[in-house]
């Protein structure tokens, strides 16, 4: 099966994946009909329509089996089978953290977001929401730390929600990071959607941080997601006389880590400051390649048109300077 037949089988016609992991080397026509699925042309047309899209909007399929797709996602209980991403893809197996709280934020918790994302940034990408409030403030604060951030929609990655952060979303792009989707390219979201994508960004991450949040907030189904999949999550203490800390110090009494500083999420999983390198280090072309997402040294050797054993000796040297990691052939900055 090619990759939107995979999707049509696991969205449309809600065939677990699971089933499609087992059986994917079939023919699309020869699966359908083995789980007893009559081929009508409703099914062909949202095919098309899928493939005319992302023609049209850029975008990129990922599957289950592809190197792009976040590997703690893939190996959570309920993975999607695939997931649509608009810019920077290879973001997606990076090191990744979560960081959410409540749409109806305080200046106080803006501020604490703020201080979060900015330190965590130099360390991780950052997932969150794109919702109002915290999500938000999580999003502008990684941009304009120049760091990397990846927001996961309710809706198709091609249609901002809400419409209202279209700004950020066009930022994100903008700077080299990515939106991502389980759902078709051109739908809008629905409400059961939102509990669909707190379990993407609960289990795509190291940890998940809660900032604020009151008693009932999506943001406490995506801890509790987290803490289900075995994930870290993390949450800020806050006054106990605040309405919106009420859910956050409820965490901490339920067995989250509460987290005071960035330095204590930093120093739990054991990250030192990242490297500087000198300028001429820096503008290395393989460091910038790695830098611009290319991970592995036959990428990098395409890129810049130059031999694979050159582009090896470089990573090496950049490796021992600190520059960079090499994750069983995976390279990653740690700049």
Known sequence: MNKLEIYTAWYLLKIPTQKIVEEKEKDFEEFLKNHGVLIEKPIYTFIKKQEKLLKETFS????IFDE???????????PPAVLFCLGNCGLL?????TIVGTRKATSYGKSVTKKFAIELSEHFAIVSGMAFGIDKEV???TLEANGKTIAVLASGVDVPT?????????KILKKDGAIISPYPLSSKPKKHQF???????????????????PEKSGALITAKIAAEEGRDVFSIPGDITRYTSRGTNNLIK???????SPEDIIEYYSLSKKKTGSEEEINDPVLQAVLSGYETAEEISQILNLPVNQVLSKITELELLGLIENDNGRIKPLL
């Open 60 to 63: 990129k399929i990922i599957t």
């Open 139 to 141: 999003h502008e604060a």
């Open 93 to 97: 197996n990076s090191r990744l953290f």
């Open 195 to 213: 509990v669909e994508r707190n379990y993407i960004l609960a289990a795509m991450s190291a940890g998940t941080l809660v900032t604020e949040a």
């Open 162 to 170: 809400p419409k209202s952060n279209e700004s950020t979303y066009r």
């Open 254 to 260: 339920d067995g989250a880590i509460p987290a005071t």
């Open 68 to 78: 792009d797709y976040p590997a703690l996602l893939k190996n959570s209980t309920n």
